[in-house]
């Protein structure tokens, strides 16, 4: 059964990692408004959001229900909230499926392993204080980048999406990851890994929060 809510918030910042949260809902129908923090102004660190989230960054959503209010924190977290709340959208295998157990294998491989060099290369460059710059692992953080390419590039072979025929949630992660590294790296230097993300990008959901998200800026 989904879940049945009075009303979903994200708080997001157009061209970050809210983009992820927005696709999945779009991919589930859900009903939700949308709250721009803009970061760069510092309402990240405003007393109002962080009473939201106490890590001060985005996404997060807002569940206001029958049951209450509940937040949820960090992009993987979300997505996974909504395959779990809105099963018909399929972007979380059902616990009876055994792709489940690779579902979050990829979800967390996509945090853990893909995302994590681009984060650094960014954290090194620009996102953190100019002092606790280290500008020489940015080196190594390309390198990383391009083994963890690699390994997705096998896990998703000849599939047209990481756990087979069905998109799931663990898509919107890698293929949201890919992009930002064409932004960060340049050009994937994967014919495979480059369709896969123009397969994914292509949807009409991912397009839809595209839109959203432009709208809010």
């Known amino acids: 059964m989904a879940f049945i809510s009075m009303g979903i918030t994200v708080f997001g910042t157009p061209m970050t990692r ?20 803009d970061l760069r102004a510092g309402e990240g660190r405003k007393p109002d959001f962080l009473a939201i989230n106490p890590g001060g960054k985005v996404p997060v959503i807002k569940i206001e229900s029958e049951d209450g209010e509940q937040t949820v924190p960090e992009s993987a977290a979300i997505v996974t ?15 009876t499926d055994s792709a489940r157990n690779q579902y979050f294998r990829w979800i967390v491989f996509a945090v853990a392993e893909l995302e994590q060099p681009l984060w650094t290369m960014s954290k090194h460059t620009f996102a953190i204080p100019e002092k606790h710059r280290v500008p020489q692992v940015v080196d190594t953080a390309q390198w990383e980048w391009k083994v963890a390419m690699r390994l997705l590039e096998t896990g998703l072979g000849t599939k047209p999406w990481i756990l087979g025929d069905n998109f799931s949630g ?31 990008f292509a949807r009409d959901a991912c397009q839809a929060a595209i839109a959203r998200e432009k709208v809010a800026a």
Do not use: C
């Open 18 to 37: 809210s983009l992820r949260a927005v696709w999945a809902l779009e991919e589930a129908g859900a009903d939700y408004s949308y709250q721009r923090i």
């Open 81 to 95: 909230w909504v395959g779990e709340h809105f099963p018909e959208s399929n972007l979380l295998p059902p616990p």
């Open 170 to 200: 663990a898509d919107i992660m890698l293929a949201h990851t890919l992009k930002w590294g064409t932004a960060k790296a340049g050009a994937l230097d994967s014919v495979v890994l480059t369709e896969y993300m123009d397969r994914a």
